[in-house]
C-alpha cells in the first residue's frame, strides 16, 4: 500500500514537471499571436475614475467602410469609454494601437482571417453589435484604431486618437 502511494507520489510530481513548460509555451504563443501588447496607446481603464464617453459607429455600403467620428482629440492621462456600434451588415473591429503594431497586425490578420479579437484594446463586433472599451491614455502621441479584416483598412475603416 505504502508502495503504491509513493509510485503514485512520484508519477504526480513527474506530471507537473511535464506539464509546467508547455504551460509556459502556450503563454507565450497566444502572446505572440495577439501582437507582442504592451498597449502602445496607453492601458485598460479603471471604471472607479471619471471617463468621458465616445461613441463610434462603423458602417458599410456599396464600396464604402467607415468609422464615425474617425478623428479623436483626448487629453494625457483621459480616460475614454468608447462605445461601438456596428450599424454595417458586415463584421467589423476596433483596435487602438500604434500606427507600427496596427500595421505589423495586419500581416499577421491577412494570414488568418479569422482571428477574432476580445482584448482590452480591441473588439469584433458581428453585425448590428455594440461593445465597450474603457482606455486610459497614458502616452502623448498620435494613435489609430482601425479594421483588420482584409480590405477593410484599405476601404477606409481607420481613424486617428491625438494624444496631447
Ligand atoms: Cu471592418
Same mark, same amino acid.
Given at each position: ?10 508519477? %504526480? ?39 468621458? %464617453? %465616445? ?11 467607415? +468609422? ?20 454595417? +451588415? ?62 477593410? +483598412? ?7 486618437? %491625438?494624444?496631447?
Amino acid at each position: 500500500m505504502s508502495v503504491r502511494l509513493a509510485i503514485a507520489g512520484i508519477s %504526480v510530481a513527474a506530471l507537473f514537471a511535464a506539464a509546467l513548460p508547455h504551460f509556459d509555451g502556450l503563454v507565450s504563443v497566444r502572446a505572440i499571436a495577439h501582437t507582442d501588447h504592451v498597449f502602445a496607446a496607453g492601458e485598460p481603464g479603471d471604471p472607479k475614475k471619471p471617463f468621458r %464617453v %465616445v461613441e463610434i459607429t462603423m458602417t458599410d455600403g456599396p464600396g464604402t467602410m467607415s +468609422y464615425s467620428p474617425d478623428k479623436i482629440q483626448v487629453r494625457k492621462g483621459e480616460q475614454i469609454k468608447f462605445v461601438l456600434k456596428n450599424t454595417g +451588415y458586415l463584421p467589423h473591429e476596433f483596435l487602438l494601437d500604434s500606427f507600427e503594431n496596427n500595421a505589423k497586425h495586419k500581416i499577421e490578420m491577412a494570414k488568418n482571417p479569422e482571428m477574432e479579437h476580445d482584448d482590452p484594446n480591441g473588439k469584433r463586433l458581428e453585425s448590428k453589435k455594440s461593445a465597450e472599451i474603457l482606455w486610459r491614455f497614458t502616452t502623448a502621441g498620435t494613435f489609430e484604431f482601425a479594421c483588420l479584416i482584409p480590405g477593410h +483598412y484599405e476601404t477606409g475603416m481607420k481613424g486617428v486618437i %491625438v494624444v496631447k
